[in-house]
Every structure is written in C-alpha cells, then in structure tokens.
C-alpha cells in the first residue's frame, strides 16, 4: 500500500511538471481495495477493472517503473508506451479500460472461459460507483446469474462520481444490492483485512455457486482525474477528516504497532524502503525513450502472420509488426 501510496504522489508530481500529459486517474486512498483482493487471488485469477489502474497494475506484477513508464509514453511502459494512463496490461490483468462500465461485461466473458475451461478460477471484475448505473452492467449481471459464471464483480465506491457525489446520482446508492438476484456484501474498503477476507468468502462462492457482487465503501484523495482539482463538490476537510480517521495506510499501520508486530522504527523503515523504490524506479522509467513510429501498428493482433492496416489516410498502409 505504501509503495502504491509512493507511486501515486509522485506521478501527481511528475503531471504536474508534465512529464505526464493526458487523462491521469490517481487511486490514493483506495490502496486497500487492490492489495487486499489481490492477497485472496491467485496469479490464475484474472483481474479486469477501469481507468484507475495504476494501483492494480502494479499489483498484479508490473514493476513501479513500468507503471510510471507508460504514464511517461516510454518504451519501458507495460503497454510499451501506447497505452497511457489508462490502458495498462499484464499476465491476467485485462486493463484498465477507458470506456465508463465496459469492462464489466468483458469480465463476464473472461468468467465464462473459467467457466469454460474448469480452471477453478474467477475473474474479479471492478467498477466505480459513477458506472454503476451504467445498462450494460445489468446486462452482465444478467448472463453472469443465467450461466453461474466465476464472477465476482466489484464497485468500488469512493464516494465520488466524475464530479457528483453518489447520493445525488443515483436513487440507492446501496451498491451491493443491485445485482438483485446476484448476492451481495458491502465491505469497508478502508480496511486491507476486512478487504481480504470478503474476497477469500467471494472467490469461495463464485467458483462453487456463481456471481457475487460486493461493495468496497472507498475514498479518493485527488479529484477524478488531474484535471479536476477535487475541492468544488467536497470540502478540504472532508478529506482531511478521511484522511486522519480513516486512511488505509495509517490505520493498518496502528493495528499492526498495537498488535506488537512492528515496531515504529520497522514502520518507519518500510516508509523510507518505499520512497526510496519509487525515487529508483522513476529515474529507470525517465531513461527509457519513446517507441518507435514502426511500432505504431504492432500489438493490434496477437498473431505472426504479416498483416497491413489502414494508417491516417486510405491510401497509406503500416505493416504488423511481430508481437514481442
């Protein structure tokens, strides 16, 4: 979580110097949603979620350098540069995906290959509370219930719409009991503990009986995205209050001190081991150049058969190039 924590600062540092250009979505504060999940989860397991993907990228194995690599357009990037912000990739990590809502129902069919195959995996399929009322998730609820798919679809709701707080978006914003005839469980998405063992119940389920649905109660520090300074729709000490009682960090930190597990020095250790990765992994990203332009039309297909595709005009053709 610290290491996310880390990250995620300094790329807010690094837009703002615009290393960084484009859409940016920051996930601190929801640190706790990504690596309790993960910490229930096999590598088997896939993982599919939105723009918000630095965190679960990360998570889910790619390197801090990476991340920050594709943020920067970098040969390095996980997405090798092309992807941006919020298009990141990795073994059984499926994006990422910039469309509000799509990437649920692409999680649907990555449960029915589960389904499909007998792997005994699930597909964790994670949403915001401002695509919650998004048609085509119902639609996925829908077929995910008719064929008991491995499905375990999440909303992560941080309370905030692009702009809109929940309660004057939607008419219930009890998120977990919109699967109506999918279960569902509302967990505090604060809480990394909490957050792993409603995962280890929901993977139990969706493998053995099908869809679950569950809600992580979440907060964001930053605005949606770098262009919306947050502050307009909430007030400054609304986050202070969240980030002083409720902060995923902080407070797992203090059970774990009150526990006798860490001490403050070990604690302090891990904080300083954190911020010292991510200042190495950064200047790793920044040596890495930007692609190629013959790489413009590579990684469309996965496939070695030479193939042409339309370039900005009709009368001019890039090739393929190999998959790496």
Not at 10 to 39: M, N, P, S, T, W
Not at 178 to 188: K, L, N
């Amino acid at each position: 979580m610290q290491v996310i924590r880390r990250m995620e600062l300094k790329a807010d540092q690094l837009y703002k110097q615009k290393v960084i250009r484009g859409f940016c979505h920051l996930y601190d504060g929801q640190e706790a949603c990504c690596v309790g999940i993960e910490a229930s989860l096999t590598p088997e397991d896939d993982v599919i979620t939105a723009y918000r993907a630095h965190g679960w990228a990360y998570i889910r194995g790619v390197p801090v350098s990476k991340v920050l690599a594709e943020l920067f357009g970098r040969k390095l990037g996980c997405a090798k540069g092309k992807g941006g912000s919020m298009h990141m990739y990795h073994h059984n990590f499926y994006g990422g995906n910039g469309i509000v809502g799509a990437q649920v129902p692409l999680g649907a069919g990555i449960a029915f290959a589960h389904k499909y195959n007998n792997t005994k995996s699930v597909c964790v399929t994670l949403y915001g509370d401002g695509a919650a009322n998004q048609g085509q998730l119902f639609e996925a609820y829908n077929m995910a219930q008719l064929w008991n798919l491995p499905c375990i679809f999440v909303c992560e709701n941080n309370r905030y719409g692009m702009g809109t707080s929940v309660d004057r978006a939607a008419a219930s914003i009890s998120y977990y009991t919109r699967g109506d005839y999918i279960p569902g469980i509302r967990v505090d998405g604060q809480d990394v503990l909490a957050v792993r063992e409603a995962t280890k119940y929901a993977k139990e389920h969706a493998v053995n009986q099908g869809p679950i649905l569950m809600e992580l109660v979440t907060y964001r520090y930053h605005g949606h995205s770098m262009s919306d300074p947050g502050t307009s729709y909430r007030t400054r000490d609304e986050v202070k209050e969240v980030r002083q009682n409720l902060d995923p960090i902080s407070s797992f930190r203090d059970k774990m001190m009150e526990a006798g597990f860490v001490t403050k020095q070990e604690v302090k250790a891990i904080d300083t081991q954190a911020k010292q990765l991510i200042e190495e992994e950064t200047a790793k990203a920044l040596e890495s150049t930007e692609p190629n332009f013959d790489q413009l039309a590579s990684d469309i297909y996965v496939t070695d058969t030479p193939l042409s595709f339309r370039a900005c005009n009709a009368f001019t053709t890039l090739p393929h190039a190999a998959n790496a």
